[in-house]
């Protein structure tokens, strides 16, 4: 490894753990403090993958700290969007494990207004919501989220992975969603792309 490229992972490495350390004291600090805290460790499993971050990110006793502080700042929608962008990084990215506290968590905020759309970004993707019986329910109010942006980017992301799955009672909405896309795509890419959605549910 180049120097210059170790000492940039070195350097982050000591980020991960003097944030790591300060949010482990959290229970002495104020609630912006702690905030702030997590504003910026949310920052650091979703940068450049690394080999050399796997032992931070994997790591169980962290994992239910910051499942503690956002269990006890409940109402803080910010605290709450950047835990759940650093859990959900933590587990797609570098494999932590996901447990029952961390799935029952993404699931008590599935539907919260002003968060759902942040917990849609990656609770499909869990091992517990994978093992769900009837996730279609769930894929076709994403769309209906907020902030919308994010909503209808991520029901979109998720049509594409289940494009062949889709079940026939909802067929029609999403061919609608997705025209309704193309005719407000501001590109001829644009409307290429969501006209090959459709023609794939069609066809």
Known sequence: MPN??????????????????EIRKWKDKSEEGVSALIHRFEKTPRDEVSIYFIPYFTDDTFSKILIQIANTYKDNRKLQINVISALGNMISRYKLEETQEIYDYFKANMFKKGISAFVAIHLPY??????????????MSIHKMAPKKIAEEQFVAVI??????????????????????????NNEGGKKYYQELIDKIEN
């Open 160 to 185: 594409r992975e289940h494009i062949l799955e889709i079940p026939n009672d909802y067929r029609d909405d999403v061919i609608s969603f997705l025209k309704q896309k193309k005719q407000a795509a």
């Open 126 to 139: 869990l091992k517990g919501f994978i093992a769900e019986e009837k996730p279609w329910d769930y894929f």
């Open 4 to 21: 210059t490229v170790k000492s940039k992972i070195q350097k982050k490495v000591q980020t991960i753990i003097e944030l790591q350390s």
